[in-house]
């Protein structure tokens, strides 16, 4: 049974790679942001830890001598270097899984935590309905800075606080996009037809309302993935909360604000992250545009003009 | 048929959609003539293309479609080729009942501001009183109380917000007027209310071209009927003669249901594939051979009975 | 009253009514919507409610379906009283068969054929092969290819689908099936042979259908009986046949013409007494204030008092 699904599924897939121009492109950009953060947890060109931290050990594993600061792109750092001395482009290449991990995790939370809520608001009674949505609509109002600021004050620094700030920001936003689309089922014919053949309303949430909501909320995450990374960026740009494991391992949006101070001068500090994650964030909008497309083919049609 | 007493006429027009990657033909090359101050009637089942056929007279094509061939309305080349230019008949000339007339008026506006907004654009009246005179003639017309102007539209019921959208049209005095569908989204018992609004545009000399699915009722109403299928017409002519001596087995199709009459009845279960060479109906018909291959020209036995089939 | 526990289906007096929130202030008004209708269905008749839309004939297909519930009355099934005896209710709605209006709204999109039309089984704990198979054989049955199986609903005219769900609803082999206006929404040819399938289907396996219809062709073809549904009130009842030859009601007078193309004009309703009373020929004062009982007349029944010098039988 899941080995013909798998098929199908890959079958479609490749087939809105062929015909989507916009899902290729997206695809390709993320891919090889994929690569990228798979090249950065492996090897990377230079050691990340930079002037301060120099030890013997190091230039014998390397077998450089450390690094000058502030450089300009060139053959050896292709990226440049940063005020301590440490390789930008290796930098980069760590904070590549960062984005994506912490992108990916927040997506997929806060897309199941919305359409619990979603489904349990719209499809329970007026009691559980009331709550979920004013709960939801409690926590729309509040901006996924703030909350991560206040994460940040109470839990402390970490990638804790602004994973579940954002996803305490988003899943709301699932949760009534969810709600309103199981509103909407609810009162098409072949629900009330199972409601009144005796199905449970388990059965009837399980087999009937998820297979239909699910997709339409998978293309909107990914689709919202792009807004989700720039909001992490930035996070991470203003407050500099640093990873959970070390404290040096680099988010592309710290290191944009570790070099904020000197982009009039050394402007590939902060340069170059950004870019990367300008391109993340647009390669993950042309995916899920791409995807969203080919559900409505009739946004694709060509206008003449009339005269 | 004299030349210039045509309110429309078709040569070879083919109108498409475009799709993702092909175009879907609505009309396949069809040939026609209506003649003025006739009521007629274009009778097929949906997907047959009479609605694009109305909305291609009408002017109301949507900007992704595709035309070919030529089609004239009084005279006035409205497409040609490529190229369509509705700019002088839109809205003066040809006008169109919506299928649904609840969805067709603005549910902001009350009933009479609609009727000053329509005929500001039309005959560029300022004046809310002329306005008003215009559309309280149009709104007795139809047998409707004059309070019906000063309502919104959620408050009139199905059948009322026909006769408004009616009122609507005779307040705009075009020549030629489509109505789409007029019985299909009202209860059966407005049908006959339906036929006489309807008739009485005839009566004052308009030329009336409806588009229907409902047989029974563009006997009742029409003299003249075309019927189509898949984008072609199969046969046309006078009503009388059309429902007395059908030629075209789909035509006999048709009015066999609708008598609900089950002689020669057989479960339809296929969706007939695109063919833009060989005879549409050639899927279901019993009579198949060689020559249907080649699409049948519409070919008329007498003057204005016409059948497009090779067999007759 | 014990012959009216003969029949198969009994509605006794049945008043629905919806709560609507008020405009213009808090609270909430009831309205009601299905006032005192009582009528008996044998089995394996087809029983026709004939009515415009508003007159609540969908509202007495929802309380069948156990989807509204009424609060006065009852409706017996078999001699159950579906509302009372929640557990027999519940085995009774499992086989009920249904066919709404919208073939698209009625099936889930996501799902295919074979699985559509197998889910009352699975209700009744079918197992998934026997289900299938029976499946293939109904398909057979009405003319459709089996090939359609595995297709999903998209993939198939509005036709197709209307038989689809039609063999969905008579899969458990239900004594009762309830049709909602199922050929409207389709065309001239498609309707000629949705009716036909239906008819023949009852013919040949003896269901017993409850048809909701504002078109009288369609209840004349189908029907036995038919019931006369005019703002809640079953305003008349009587064979097919004798009701568009004789209509006793003005109201069903009216109802004939307009099947037969006649312009019969703008109604209006009264909201006191009989709602004909605005437009009613032979209107007197009564009708103004009161509703007119049931009058029973060779069988048939009647609202109207213009027939209350008739003898109850």
New interface residues.
């Given amino acids: 049974m899941s080995g013909s699904k798998v098929k199908i599924v890959l079958r479609g897939f490749l087939s809105l790679l062929k ?1 989507s121009r916009k899902f290729s492109i997206g695809f390709t950009i993320v891919a090889i942001m994929v690569i990228l953060s798979i090249i950065g947890l492996v090897k990377t060109p230079y050691h990340l830890e930079g002037w301060g931290i120099v030890t013997e050990e190091a230039i014998k594993r390397q077998g450089l001598a450390p690094c000058l600061p502030f450089n300009c792109p060139s053959i050896n750092h292709i990226f440049g270097t940063d005020d301590m001395g440490r390789d930008l482009l290796s930098r980069i290449l760590v904070g590549a899984h960062l984005a994506l991990i912490q992108t990916v995790t927040v997506v997929i939370i806060s897309i199941t935590l919305g359409i619990l809520m979603g489904v349990a608001a719209g499809y329970s009674n007026t009691f559980i309905e009331k709550i979920s949505t004013y709960i939801v609509e409690l926590f729309i109002i509040i901006p996924s800075m703030v909350l991560a600021a206040a994460f940040i004050t109470i839990i402390g620094r970490g990638m804790q606080s602004v994973l579940m700030a954002l996803i305490l920001t988003w899943s709301p936003w699932y949760g009534r996009l969810t709600y309103i689309l199981v509103r909407q089922i609810r009162e ?3 629900i ?8 449970s309303k388990t059965y009837i949430v399980f087999k ?1 309302i998820l ?2 909501v699910a997709p339409i909320i998978f293309v909107e995450g990914i689709t919202d993935s792009s807004s989700v990374l720039i909001e992490i960026a930035s996070i991470n740009f203003l407050i500099g909360v640093a990873s959970l494991t070390s404290i040096d391992l680099p988010d592309w949006g710290m290191i944009v604000g570790y070099g904020i101070r000197y982009v009039r001068t050394f402007w590939w500090i902060s340069f170059f992250p950004g870019l990367f994650i300008a391109l993340t964030a647009f390669g993950l909008m042309l995916l899920g545009d791409g995807l969203s497309e080919t559900s409505s ?1 009739w946004l ?5 003009l ?2 | 048929m004299v030349l210039d007493s045509m309110a429309v006429r078709a040569r070879n027009l083919w109108v498409g959609y475009e799709e993702a990657n092909r175009i879907l033909w609505a009309l396949n090359g069809i040939n026609i003539d209506v003649p003025k101050g006739v009521a007629f009637c274009i009778v097929g089942e949906s997907g047959s293309g009479k609605s694009t056929f109305g909305n291609a007279i009408a002017g109301l094509l949507p900007p992704y479609a595709i035309t070919k061939g030529c089609l004239e309305v009084y005279n006035i080349n409205v497409i040609n080729g490529d190229r369509v230019n509705y700019s002088n008949i839109r809205g003066n000339i040809v006008v169109r009942i919506p299928q649904n007339p609840i969805a067709a008026l603005n549910p902001y506006l009350k009933i009479e501001s609609i009727f000053f907004d329509v005929l500001k654009q039309r005959f560029k009246i300022a004046s809310k009183d002329k306005a008003l005179e215009i559309a309280l003639k149009s709104i007795r017309a139809v047998g409707l109380p004059d309070d019906v102007l000063n309502r919104y539209p959620h408050q009139l019921s199905g059948g009322m917000s026909q006769r408004v959208a009616i009122a609507l049209t005779i307040a705009i005095n075009p020549e030629i007027v489509i109505a789409d569908e007029p019985t299909s989204n009202l209860d059966a018992y407005l049908k006959g209310a339906t036929l006489n609004l309807l008739k009485n545009i005839v009566s004052v000399g308009k030329t009336l071209i409806v588009i229907t699915h409902d047989i029974v009722f563009a006997s009742a109403l029409c003299s003249f009927i075309a019927v189509m299928f898949m984008g072609n017409i199969v046969e046309v002519g006078r009503t009388e003669e059309v429902l007395s001596n059908p030629l075209h087995l789909y035509t006999k199709e048709l009015i066999d249901a609708a008598n609900l009459n089950f002689r020669d009845f057989k479960y339809i279960n296929n969706k007939p594939e695109v063919t833009l060479e060989k005879c549409a109906y050639a899927y279901r018909c019993p009579h198949y051979s060689e020559k249907c291959n080649r699409k049948p020209d519409l070919r008329y036995i007498n003057k204005t009975h016409g059948v497009a089939c090779w067999n007759l | 009253m014990l012959e009216s526990l003969k029949e198969f289906i009994n509605v006794k007096d049945l008043w629905i009514s919806y709560r609507v929130p008020r405009i213009w202030w808090f609270g909430y008004s009831d309205i009601d919507v299905v006032k005192g209708v009582s009528f008996s269905v044998s089995y394996g008749e087809c029983y026709g409610l004939v009515g415009e839309s508003g007159s609540g004939k969908t509202t007495i297909l929802k309380a069948f379906m156990r989807l509204v519930k009424p609060y006065r009355g009852s409706i017996y099934i078999d001699n159950v009283d579906i509302y009372k005896d929640d557990r027999w209710g519940k085995e009774i709605a499992k086989r009920i068969g249904y066919v709404s209006q919208d073939p698209l709204t009625s099936v889930d999109p996501r799902m295919k054929i074979k699985d559509i039309v197998a889910e009352p089984l699975i209700a009744l704990g079918v197992d998934r092969e026997k289900a299938v198979e029976r499946v293939a054989t109904l398909l057979e049955l009405v003319g459709l290819n089996i090939e359609i199986m595995d297709k999903y609903p998209f993939e198939l005219s509005g036709g197709m689908l209307q038989r689809v769900i039609i063999t969905r609803s008579i899969i458990s082999n239900p004594k009762l099936v309830l049709l909602d206006e199922p050929t409207s929404a389709l065309d001239v040819i498609t309707q000629a042979q949705i009716l036909k399938l239906l008819k023949d289907l009852k013919d040949m396996m003896n269901f017993t259908y409850i048809l909701v219809t504002h078109d009288l062709n369609v209840a004349r073809y189908i029907s036995n009986r038919i019931g006369v549904l005019l703002k809640g009130y079953l305003i008349e009842e009587g064979g097919v046949k004798r009701i568009i030859s004789e209509p006793l009601h003005p109201y069903t007078k009216i109802i004939v013409d307009a099947f037969k193309l006649k312009d019969v004009g703008e109604l209006r309703y009264s909201s006191t007494g009989c709602p004909l009373y605005t437009v009613c020929k032979y209107r007197e004062d009564i009708c103004g204030r009161e509703m007119p009982p049931p009058i029973h007349i060779n069988g048939d029944v009647v609202r109207c008092w213009y027939f209350k010098n008739f003898k109850n039988r």
């Fill in positions: 015909t098409l014919d072949f009330k037809i199972c409601e009144a053949m005796g199905f009937h297979p239909n083919p694709k049609r060509r206008w003449r009339w005269f």
